[in-house]
Nanobody, 115 residues
Framework: QVQLVESGGGLVQPGGSLRLSCAASGTFFGPNAMGWYRQAPGLERELVAGINYGGSANYADSVKGRFTISRGNANNTVNLEMNSLKPEDTAIYYC?????????WGQGTQVTVSS
């Protein structure tokens, strides 16, 4: 059973930065993709950024140039560096891992951008 644990959320002022991390355990040790979705109150969950096994990344248009996704050396961790944060980035951020056996999710971490 794959388990994903996120960390690094919190409260930050507009223009500030946060770094989210996600570690997978019991994971599939093969090619997999990892990334982040987010869900704001009243809105659908949306893709923020994803990165495949080879390191190619994709981003939502709303975060391009501000967020950077990366994978750890063991390839079972994923990080999201978030800069120039805006109030509209406020959401619960969920880590995911996609494997041949399915997609797995973390429990989510709250990011609040407010002055």
């Amino acid at each position: 059973q794959v388990q994903l644990v996120e960390s690094g959320g919190g409260l930050v002022q507009p223009g500030g930065s946060l770094r989210l991390s996600c570690a997978a355990s019991g994971t599939f040790f093969g090619p997999n993709a990892m990334g982040w979705y987010r869900q704001a109150p009243g809105l659908e969950r949306e893709l923020v950024a994803g990165i495949n096994y080879g390191g190619s990344a994709n981003y939502a248009d709303s975060v391009k140039g501000r967020f950077t996704i990366s994978r750890g050396n063991a390839n079972n961790t994923v990080n999201l560096e978030m800069n120039s944060l805006k109030p509209e980035d406020t959401a619960i951020y969920y880590c995911y891992q996609s494997t041949p056996t399915g997609r797995f999710w973390g429990q989510g971490t709250q990011v609040t951008v407010s002055s």
